[in-house]
């Protein structure tokens, strides 16, 4: 178990240094208006995942979706980044995430 944390955190590392390297924003660097949409949808997005997401909320989701073109990218992007994290990490996950996913469109039509 132990083994597999310091692995993790051993790949966290990494990848913050490689965030630093490459020069990523600094947390003095004021927040766009369009970031704050992408975490508002992040958000979203993870608590969908996590099934916790109430519908009312999901139909939002949804409506922006259709709306955004950006918001679109940003979504499937997300989507795909955690599905190569899950196939990684915790490959029952996913297939908990397709299930609510299943359920929340028989509920949505």
């Known amino acids: 178990m132990f083994r597999k ?41 993870m608590k969908a995942q996590d099934g916790v997401l109430e519908e009312r909320y999901l139909l939002r989701m949804e409506k922006w979706l259709a709306c955004d073109p950006a918001a679109l990218r940003y979504y499937l992007e997300f989507q795909n980044l955690t599905a190569l994290l899950y196939e990684h990490f915790d490959k029952n996950r996913l297939s908990r995430f397709i299930d609510f996913l299943k359920t929340a469109v028989s509920v949505g039509r």
Not at 27 to 43: F, I, S, Y
């Open 5 to 45: 944390i310091n692995k993790l955190q051993a790949e966290i590392d990494e990848m913050l240094e490689l965030c630093d390297q490459a020069g990523a924003t600094s947390q003095e660097e004021p927040v766009t208006a369009e970031e704050k949409k992408h975490e508002r949808l992040g958000v979203m997005i």
